[in-house]
């Protein structure tokens, strides 16, 4: 399910939007990080459009096809639980989409 679109600016910066059925921001900025410390840094630091801090975006590569994507946490004081998503480049197109999958709890054998 798509629940936000992204353009990127000159700087690297991701611009654009995210839409639930219960939650809506108009402006959420993915900012780039540029001294990540560490290789499990995250690449992005995700922000509402009045600054405040939404989640981060961590950079990955697909192991068969290399594709870059970026695996992000949301978390906010009116959700659950942290929502995970991804930030993928669409096939056609223009820019990155921000697409949640429900998980589903793996069945244990009994």
């Known amino acids: 399910m798509i629940i936000g679109r ?6 690297g910066t991701l611009i654009g939007h995210t839409r639930t059925l219960f939650f809506r921001s108009d402006k959420v900025v993915f900012e780039p990080i540029a001294d990540a410390a560490s ?3 995250p690449a992005y630091r995700v922000y509402t459009g009045d600054e405040i801090e939404l989640g981060a975006a ?3 590569a697909g192991k068969g096809s290399g594709t870059v994507y970026y695996d992000v946490k949301l978390d ?3 959700f659950a639980r942290p ?5 993928v480049q669409p096939k056609q197109g223009t820019g990155f989409l921000l697409v949640w999958e429900r998980t589903t709890k793996a069945k244990t054998a009994a």
């Not at 992204?6 to 700087?11: M, Q, R």
């Open 83 to 87: 929502i995970f998503c991804r930030l």
């Open 58 to 60: 961590w950079r990955k």
């Open 76 to 78: 906010d004081p009116t």
């Open 39 to 41: 290789p499990k840094a």
């Open 6 to 11: 992204f353009t990127e600016s000159a700087d």
